[in-house]
T-cell receptor
Framework: GAVVSQHPSRVICKSGTSVKIECRSL??????MFWYRQFPKQSLMLMAT?????????EQGVEKDKFLINHASLTLSTLTVTSAHPEDSSFYIC?????????FGPGTRLTVL | AQTVTQSQPEMSVQEAETVTLSCTYD???????LFWYKQPPSRQMILVIR??????QNATENRFSVNFQKAAKSFSLKISDSQLGDTAMYFC????????????FGKGTKLTVNP
């Protein structure tokens, strides 16, 4: 149990376009999901907390207008990177919580040309 | 604020041997959870083991066990009978109980299991 999927696994886009990443909890409902960014050989950096039916809570320094998060149902949260630029290229990971434990998706590698 | 420290950036072990990864943390909370996550080259984060701070008994999962020392704020991971598939980054993490369910991560330890 506690399986989290992410789609797409890899995406390449042109500078200035928007990219949407989906995070789904497959066998459980998650009122809370988290979005992380990971740079090579570093730990995970929390970007935002996504709560079903309410606005996301962003960590300090994360641009909410650039990284749009929607948690429309108990099994789906989406992260949209708007007007992407090469510096947004990174590995993005989502997680979903069962009480007091986070389970992670497989991640999405975003490359912005 | 809580902090998690992993003082060993890299470690290596021979296949079938035992290795211990260190983790210390700092918190003023009394109720919390501690975790070890594994991130193999695929980059999928996998939960290895979870410890509830209010339980004195050390958690175990097959070849993985922890040494939880609450007073010393230490939470080490022991991997017995190491296998090649254990090669990965290992992250220690802290979660406050009854809070936002956010995780505070350490910087990770890169473990290599040699044949």
């Amino acid at each position: 149990g506690a399986v989290v999927s992410q789609h797409p696994s890899r995406v390449i886009c042109k500078s200035g376009t928007s990219v949407k990443i989906e995070c789904r909890s497959l066998d459980f409902q998650a009122t809370t999901m988290f979005w992380y960014r990971q740079f090579p050989k570093q730990s995970l950096m929390l970007m935002a907390t996504s709560n079903e039916g309410s606005k996301a809570t962003y960590e300090q320094g994360v641009e909410k207008d650039k990284f749009l998060i929607n948690h429309a149902s108990l099994t789906l949260s989406t992260l949209t990177v708007t007007s992407a630029h090469p510096e947004d290229s990174s590995f993005y990971i989502c997680s979903a919580t069962v009480p007091d434990t986070q389970y992670f998706g497989p991640g999405t590698r975003l490359t912005v040309l | 604020a809580q902090t998690v420290t992993q003082s060993q950036p890299e470690m290596s072990v021979q296949e079938a041997e035992t290795v211990t990864l260190s983790c210390t943390y700092d918190t003023s909370e009394s109720n919390y959870y501690l975790f070890w996550y594994k991130q193999p080259p695929s980059r999928q984060m996998i939960l290895v083991i979870r410890q509830e701070a209010y339980k004195q008994q050390n958690a175990t999962e097959n070849r993985f066990s922890v040494n939880f020392q609450k007073a010393a704020k230490s939470f080490s991971l022991k991997i017995s009978d190491s296998q090649l598939g254990d090669t990965a980054m290992y992250f220690c993490a802290f979660m406050k109980r009854g809070g936002s369910e956010k995780l505070v991560f350490g910087k990770g330890t890169k473990l290599t299991v040699n044949p």
